[in-house]
């Protein structure tokens, strides 16, 4: 174990700001924190027409950490785009937090999404334009933090990752390990009960992998956060608490 990762694993329990180390309150009925019944993707039109997922039924417990895998093409980005709102399926339901999301407004929608969902993406998906504070500030503003406060909360955000002295760094001045723990950073801005993560590790070398992993497992099984995955990443199931396997747009 490399110091880097002793530093952002150990880093990551203590200083996450006091509101970060509640777990948050579910709606006391709802113990699944994600729900599907009968999801169904179909991409393009006609002879075109293709089935990339088929009566996807699922559910995921509040404060479990769980990964989708499966061969390249079956469908997880897919499935997860649609379990974090950004796509919407060609067919069934999708409930979050006991709310159906599938039948809300693109802008009821929007602001769920903003909420309570802290996204990873696979490219990071960094402003390359703004510092990594800035990336993070940006965020907790969309989420109606502003000012000192926000400035106040993304370096403390930054440190809990393990970067507090990077940042006023660029992403083009960052690592990609670096990149993905300020992206980290940014998807838990705000205290989201629900974090979703597309191949999270695919782009780090194996100290940043696990890292990230510590971290992803420490929101799980410390703080009560419900965990997605999509992943290739064996390192990765040691950690989980189920493996979602999905084939040609099936889950097994
Ligand atoms: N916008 C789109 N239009 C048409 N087909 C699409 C579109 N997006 C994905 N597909 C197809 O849907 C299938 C599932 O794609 P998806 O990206 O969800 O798979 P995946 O399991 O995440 O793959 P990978 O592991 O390679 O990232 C693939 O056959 C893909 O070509």
Do not use: C, W
């Not at 990609?176 to 782009?203: C, F, S």
Request: hydrophobic share 45%.
């Amino acid at each position: 174990m490399t110091v880097s990762h002793l530093n952002l694993a150990s880093s990551l329990v203590v200083p996450l700001p006091s509101q970060y180390l509640a777990e948050r309150e579910l709606t006391p009925a709802v113990s699944e924190a994600i729900a599907t019944r009968g999801v169904e993707m179909v991409y393009g039109e006609g002879a075109e027409q293709f089935q990339a997922l088929s009566n996807i039924n699922l559910e995921i417990p509040a404060g479990s950490i769980q990964l989708l895998m499966g061969p390249s093409g079956s469908g997880k980005t897919t499935l997860l785009s649609i379990l974090a709102g950004i796509l919407t399926p060609s067919g069934g339901s999708v409930r979050l937090l006991g709310q159906e999301i599938t039948a809300m407004s693109r802008s009821q929608l929007s602001q769920f999404r903003l909420q309570n969902i802290g996204f990873i993406f696979q490219g990071f998906n960094l402003f390359p334009a703004l510092t990594a504070l800035e990336n993070i500030e940006l965020a907790l503003e969309m989420k109606g933090i502003r000012g000192k406060a926000a400035r106040h909360e993304a370096l403390s955000l930054l440190e809990a990752v393990g970067l507090g002295s990077r940042a006023k760094n660029l992403p083009k001045n960052l690592s990609g390990g670096q990149k993905q723990r300020v992206a980290i950073a940014r998807a838990l801005a705000g205290n989201p009960p629900l974090i979703m993560a597309d191949e999270p590790t695919a782009a780090l070398d194996s100290t940043s992998g696990h890292a990230v992993i510590d971290l992803l497992s420490t929101l799980a099984k410390e703080r009560g956060r419900t965990v997605l995955i999509v992943t290739h990443d064996p390192r990765i199931m040691d950690v989980a608490d189920r493996v979602l396997y999905l084939e040609d747009g099936r889950l097994k």
